[in-house]
């Protein structure tokens, strides 16, 4: 294989990684196309993830990454089948849509999300919508449904983006920050826990309490489970997640609901963090401060616990506190106009997956597991932080394949992977996998990683969503 870009930089801040080799990535570089590497950043934060599994389990050339694989769990809602049925993309709301003198794109994919932008915008129907915004500028309509606590962002050009403040905040430091305790921690449970000897599920009997929502974070837990983690999903009862997308991510863990506003279920929260090994939560920055789980209260109380936070825009600039998602993002930097097409006058685009939330998904799952193999070797925990637009800013570091795609002067195909024989441009179809659950029969696509070249596979289904008790198994 060509060399893929080397996304492992962030791990050797740890003490853990100061001579770890990166894990070995096998089969075809290229497949999606277009101007940016997404394939690079898509297979770099895969190994990134390998890398730290295997200097957490003290192996070398154990754990790799497939092509085929990362190609296909990329995709992973796009391969889904439940009973038989596609899921649901994006919500009709949703989208890119004209504005006075560019686009907007919006994100209404949650009721609540919908609601608050009909109402910011004084509409009643589509037809509505769509004439309001044609009143107004791209950074207007940006501004005034995110000052109405609904979700949507401009489309810039890379140059707009970059003469923001906001870029120059997510442009700077690592892909995954990590800070580390300043004191080992007493706690005998924490101390105790060590990877199985069982090469195919390592993580047994580590408790991941899981506070995350949409692809990203989920993403990242599913991965953590199909290694043998006990990872509970806590969601709150009255912003349910949407069901394709639960069900998508929803392998090997449980799925409970808890009203953080209610004291008691709250108390009950604590109590399963105080038994935790490590805690991934998948909110906007701050968003979970006043119920006492930010990172520096949570590793205070226990200095060997493993944080990792997620959010769309980061922990500081001028967006640190902004409700965001992988498409907001990508127009926001500069992605949309740069994949933008010609079909009936201009019209923004997008990546060919949403390379930025499963990216960053793996960047999740690498920080864990970094911090678990820290552990290990100095007895404190940590918490680590990355963000969907630092992910972006990375794929724009990545060397580009020209304007028009290609390598070396030779064009790539853009495509999907289809369900027809044979395969895309020299990949070869997903192996497709076949599971009963609560929702029906399910086909879907297994983990990216190999494990002594077999390909690892969730153990369970997706659970009925909210139906898991609050305790851990």
């Keep these: 294989m060509e060399q893929v870009p080397d996304l492992t930089g962030s791990l050797r801040s740890l003490e853990a990684f100061s001579a770890a080799e990166p894990a070995a990535c096998n089969g075809p570089r290229w497949w999606w196309g277009g101007s940016l590497d997404v394939e690079g950043l898509a297979l770099g934060s895969v190994q990134a993830a390998a890398t730290a599994l295997e200097s957490l389990t003290g192996s070398t050339g154990r754990y790799s990454v497939s092509s085929e694989l990362t190609a296909a769990s990329f995709d992973s809602l796009g391969h889904l089948r439940i009973s038989g049925r596609k899921p649901q993309g994006f919500a009709p709301m949703s989208g890119f849509r004209p504005t006075l003198d560019g686009w907007v794109r919006l994100h209404a994919n949650y009721p609540h999300h919908a609601a608050r932008l009909m109402e910011t915008l004084q509409a009643t129907t589509p037809e509505e919508l769509d004439r309001v915004l044609r009143s107004m500028t791209a950074l207007e309509a940006e501004e ?21 403040p906001m870029h120059a905040t997510a442009n700077a430091g690592p892909w995954i920050g990590f800070t580390r305790s300043a004191v080992q921690d007493e706690s005998p449970r924490l101390s105790r826990w060590m990877p199985s000897t ?27 489970g199909a290694l043998g983690a006990d990872v509970l999903r806590i969601d709150p009862p009255g912003l349910p997640e949407l069901t394709d997308a639960f069900v998508d991510s929803g392998f090997d863990k449980r799925s409970a609901e808890a009203d953080l506003n209610n004291a008691g279920a709250l108390d009950v929260v604590h109590r399963l963090l105080s038994a935790a090994d490590v805690v991934v939560t998948g909110y906007r920055h701050g968003g979970l401060d006043r119920f006492g789980l930010n990172p520096d209260e949570m590793l205070a109380a226990r200095p060997g616990l493993v944080v990792v936070t997620m959010s769309a825009w980061g922990s500081t600039g001028p967006w640190n506190g902004r409700r965001g998602f992988d498409s907001l993002v990508q127009a926001a930097c500069g992605i949309a106009e740069r994949y933008g097409h010609d079909d009936d006058g201009w019209k923004a685009g997008a990546l060919p997956v949403q390379a930025l939330d499963h990216a960053t998904g793996y960047g999740i799952a690498a920080g864990a597991l970094a911090l678990l193999a820290e552990r290990l070797h100095t007895g404190r925990g940590g918490s680590a932080h990355v963000s969907l637009v630092r992910t972006a800013e990375v794929l724009f570091r990545l060397p580009s394949n020209g304007p028009a795609g290609g390598v070396g002067g030779v064009p790539l195909p853009d495509f999907r992977l289809v369900d027809s024989a044979g395969g895309v441009g020299g990949v070869p179809l997903p192996d497709f996998r076949l599971v009963d659950s609560p929702y029906g029969p399910l086909r879907f696509v297994g ?4 494990v002594d070249c077999v390909p690892l596979q969730y153990g369970k289904a997706p659970v009925k969503y909210g139906t898991s008790a609050l305790a851990w198994q």
Excluded: K
């Design 144 to 164: 005034a449904i995110t000052a109405g606590r609904g979700v949507a962002a401009a489309v810039r050009t890379r140059e707009e983006w970059m003469a923001t």
């Design 198 to 224: 069982d090469p195919f599920r390592p993580l047994t009997g580590l408790r991941v309490l899981d506070l995350t929502r949409v692809i990203a974070g989920p993403t990242a837990t599913r991965l953590l």
């Design 447 to 450: 983990p990216p990683l190999t």
